[in-house]
């Protein structure tokens, strides 16, 4: 699904519930747009936290980032190699690029090993308990968002 198909359908999804009666929850995937490589505002207008964001990252059940990356705590145990390090990425890239990236990296970069962690549509090998729903819910992704992003110091 292209891009601004997604966030079409999103809207779509969005507007049906408000126009039920209904307000979007964290079930439903909240409208987000694409503005070149960033979604440049929070996903449903959520603030993050920062210390939620980082139990997230470090949360080998929920967002499980160091099975790929290197965070910027050397004690943690187990941190992968494949993905690029966290430790600065605060100075590399801004909020809205690092949403986007969460949200679903492959926009960027079709051939990435990176999941989505917010798109439910076109997923493949998907545990039953998992299908249609997101990976990390919009105050999730905000949570980490603000995480990475206070990380400055590489």
Same mark, same amino acid.
Request: charged letters at 20%; aromatic letters at 4%.
């Given at each position: 699904?292209?891009?601004?198909? @997604? +966030?079409? #359908?999103?809207?779509? !999804?969005? @507007? =049906? +519930?408000?126009?039920?009666? @209904?307000? !979007? ?19 449903? @207008?959520?603030?993050? $936290?920062?210390?939620?964001? $980082? ?8 967002? $499980? ?15 992968? &190699?494949?993905?690029?390090?966290? #430790?600065? +990425?605060?100075?590399? !890239? *801004? ?6 990236? !969460? /949200?679903? %990296?492959?926009?960027? $970069? ?11 549509? *076109?997923?493949? *090998? +998907? =545990? ?16 980490? /968002?603000?995480?990475? %992003?206070?990380?400055? &110091?590489?």
């Amino acid at each position: 699904m292209s891009t601004a198909v @997604g +966030v079409m #359908a999103r809207l779509a !999804l969005a @507007g =049906a +519930v408000l126009a039920s009666g @209904g307000a !979007l929850t964290a079930s439903a995937l909240e409208p987000y747009a694409i503005v070149g490589d960033a979604i440049p505002r929070p996903i449903g @207008g959520l603030a993050g $936290n920062p210390a939620r964001g $980082n139990a997230v990252l470090r949360d080998r059940e929920r967002g $499980n980032c160091l099975i790929c990356h290197q965070g910027a705590d050397p004690s943690e145990p187990f941190q992968g &190699t494949i993905g690029p390090s966290l #430790a600065g +990425v605060g100075s590399r !890239l *801004d909020a809205g690029q690092i949403r986007l990236r !969460l /949200v679903d %990296a492959s926009t960027l $970069n079709p051939q990435t090993v990176m999941p989505p962690y917010f798109r439910t549509e *076109d997923l493949h *090998d +998907v =545990a039953p308990s998992y299908r249609g729903k997101p990976a990390l819910s919009a105050q999730e992704i905000e949570d980490v /968002v603000s995480y990475l %992003a206070s990380l400055r &110091t590489p």
